[in-house]
């Protein structure tokens, strides 16, 4: 069977319904799985290919600055882990192009449905909304929020059924207070904790830094910037909120990277790309039948 390739089985999936009614329609073409990853990976190329497209455009307006396009297209990081390795973070960013561009374009409700495209491809986007509605300001920030939401929530409507959310909510309860890789400050809790209590006290260590992450982005989101350009302003609080997450994260694979990549540039900042250059150095802990550190 299929599902015996899978890891974590028993786990129930984080993953909303777009990059899931790719693989469904993949196993609907084929029951050859080379064709079902051509299929997969021929998605990832044309979210990238439009996410250069856009990219290019933007640069071409002056939106964003040149090496915008060249720190993102040939980034490593980028290359291996979304077509490579077939993260849905390529559908997530070809969405969140799209919406800045849309934005810029003045269109705000096919902003808001285009970054509705961003949670329905991985729930993580949803940490950049506040930042958005505070850079466009309270009107065209809440146009914007509210499509993008509703939007979101019909495009979830094939996956609700009795079971969703108390599964949807054990698989982020294991993400967040079982899992634990390549993680930052959680490390130094660990630590801590090791030695006052004596045991791994990540079971209710884990919610409380996912809380204090999630009120530190909120704060952080409605914080003025000083930035005048929208686009600066809209990639540099999502650069805030997606660093900030990392940083409370128990468990940070390479590809989470992959939307810094992407802000760094248009937000003034370098470190995502020498980030996302030393996480390379991670992959010394995977294997085939998963990942551990080594010590």
Not at 166 to 177: D, E, K, P, T, V
Not at 189 to 205: K, L, P, S, T
Request: proline share 4%; charged share 10%.
């Amino acid at each position: 069977s299929d599902l015996a390739l899978l890891g974590h089985k028993d786990t129930h999936t984080v993953y909303p319904v777009i990059p899931m009614g790719l693989a469904r329609m993949a196993v609907l073409v084929s029951d050859d799985l080379i064709i079902r990853f051509f299929i997969l990976r021929l998605a990832n190329l044309i979210a990238e290919a439009g996410t250069l497209m856009l990219l290019a455009r933007l640069v071409r307006k002056g939106a964003i600055p040149a090496l915008s396009l060249a720190a993102y297209a040939l980034n490593p990081l980028v290359i291996i882990e979304l077509t490579g390795n077939l993260h849905h973070e390529a559908l997530v960013v070809f969405f969140i192009v799209a919406s800045l561009s849309f934005l810029l374009n003045g269109k705000d409700s096919m902003a808001g449905l285009m970054f509705a495209g961003a949670i329905g491809s991985k729930l993580l986007p949803l940490i950049f909304l506040t930042g958005w509605w505070s850079a466009l300001g309270r009107r065209r920030g809440t146009k914007f929020t509210v499509i993008a939401v509703v939007a979101a929530a019909l495009v979830l409507v094939p996956q609700l059924s009795g079971g969703f959310f108390i599964g949807m909510g054990s698989g982020l309860g294991l993400y967040f207070n079982r899992f634990e890789f390549n993680a930052s400050l959680w490390y130094l809790i660990r630590e801590v904790g090791f030695r006052i209590a004596g045991f791994n006290i990540i079971r209710w260590a884990g919610p409380v830094m996912v809380a204090s992450g999630g009120m530190l982005i909120l704060i952080l989101s409605i914080w003025k910037q000083s930035v005048s350009e929208l686009a600066s302003r809209l990639m540099l609080t999502s650069l805030i909120a997606l660093g900030v997450y990392l940083l409370f994260a128990t468990t940070v694979h390479p590809w989470y990277l992959t939307p810094m990549v992407l802000f760094a540039v248009p937000a003034g900042y370098r470190f995502p790309l020498v980030w996302s250059c030393l996480v390379l150095f991670t992959y010394v802990g995977y294997s085939r039948t998963g990942y551990s550190e080594v010590s």
